[in-house]
């Protein structure tokens, strides 16, 4: 009897759409050993709310102190300072802009959001405040009216490159492919080096299937940017899929950039697992294992060392980890099963197929081993 390596571990093709750029924030990598891309379907509907908004007409003051001193915790130096600017300042529109960008890098969406409602009060003729807007519109799941601001953002500026690849962004993340990549074109013509854009065009093709175009846009955008971490990581997923060789060099430019990224130790190990390059799965595997201890790569090397290289003991020590890490991993517990088996230990074999069963009475691999035990 044979297992195979956990399938539902490898690295996320949304690796995604994960920081997708520098300093763009719309899509999140998904750092976690499960490669799927969830592009789940959000409505692209709603109005945007502060469109007649005058620009530079006489506003009512605004208090600056609606948001502040509302609590006993010392506020930070960086929040401080601005707010202090913002009692001498009541009406600066810049000076909320750079609360709201404050709140938005620390997680606070609600106080940017209202701060950035301020902002458009007082001065809603700036491209960069509708783009800030559609940062906080989005986190907050109001995609349709993320879509607006960043629509009024390029009516502003019609140049504006960031609001053309969040836009191209915000499609690919509905599948909305021809129309993303219609926004990728057009932040193309105004930067034709932009690497981000060549990334999400590859992107785009990736989940069109059109294999051979997503693998010639991401060579294209890591030409332009040599650093740019996410591209190497597709290239190296998309020659993976192919059992093409070339996956090991884009993985380790990747980890050239990233030393310590376990989704590319995992990739890498994963690859020269699936092509039965043993020795290198296991070195790959046991650097990441130096910096993340992951059940994951425990069962992978309980796998190699249980069929492949036949150290039982070894696999055992895997498989333990692996549990104990996750104790209701429960095809760690089986592998550990079929080690002990192996070994002729009935006794502890046995416990192993019984608690896979006490986790999924159903679980058909452990209630065929255990048939096979009283047979014997």
């Known amino acids: 009897m044979t297992i195979a390596s956990n399938q539902n571990n490898v690295i996320p093709n949304s690796i995604v759409i994960n920081t997708l750029r520098k300093g763009m924030t719309?899509?999140?990598i998904f750092v976690n050993m499960k490669i799927k891309i969830n592009l789940c379907l959000i409505a692209?509907?709603?109005?945007?709310?502060l469109a007649s908004c005058g620009g530079n007409s006489k506003k009512e003051e605004i208090k600056s102190s609606d948001s502040l001193n509302t609590t006993t915790t010392k506020i930070p130096e960086e929040l401080k300072a601005i707010n202090e600017q913002l009692d001498a300042n009541p009406n600066s529109a810049d000076l909320y802009h750079q609360r709201a960008k404050y709140y938005y890098k620390n997680k606070d969406f609600k106080a940017g959001l209202e701060d950035m409602m301020k902002v458009m009060q007082i001065d809603s003729t700036k491209a960069d405040y509708f783009l800030t807007l559609s940062d906080l519109y989005f986190v907050i799941n109001k995609t349709g009216n993320a879509?607006?601001?960043l629509e009024k953002c390029i009516k502003l500026d019609e140049k504006n490159v960031d609001a053309m690849l969040k836009l191209a962004e915000l499609y690919l993340y509905v599948r909305k492919n021809e129309k993303s990549i219609e926004y990728i074109n057009m932040a193309l013509k105004v930067d034709k080096y932009n690497s981000k854009a060549y990334f999400m065009k590859g992107m785009n093709y990736k989940d069109i299937k059109d294999t051979a175009r997503a693998i010639s846009s991401m060579q294209t955008a890591v030409e332009q940017d040599q650093q740019y971490y996410n591209a190497y990581m597709q290239l190296g997923l998309l020659t993976a899929a192919q059992k093409n060789p070339l996956a090991i060099q884009y993985y380790k430019n990747a980890i050239r950039i990233q030393p310590k990224s376990s989704e590319t130790w995992y990739a890498l190990g994963k690859f020269y697992q699936d092509m039965q390059d043993w020795n290198n799965a296991i070195t790959s595997y046991t650097t990441l294992l130096q910096f993340e201890n992951n059940?994951?790569?425990?069962?992978n090397m309980g796998v190699i060392y249980l069929e492949k290289i036949k150290k039982p003991d070894i696999a055992i020590n895997h498989f333990s980890e692996a549990i104990k890490l996750d104790p209701n991993y429960i095809e760690s517990y089986f592998g550990r099963g079929l080690t002990y088996q192996s070994i002729h230990n009935i006794k502890l074999a046995s416990e192993d197929y019984q608690a896979c069963l006490s986790i999924d009475p159903n679980y058909q691999p452990a209630l065929g081993a255990l048939h096979q035990l009283k047979k014997n």
């Open 26 to 28: 719309f899509l999140f």
């Open 44 to 49: 692209i509907a709603g109005i945007f709310i």
């Open 147 to 149: 879509k607006a601001a």
């Open 295 to 299: 059940k994951f790569v425990h069962y």
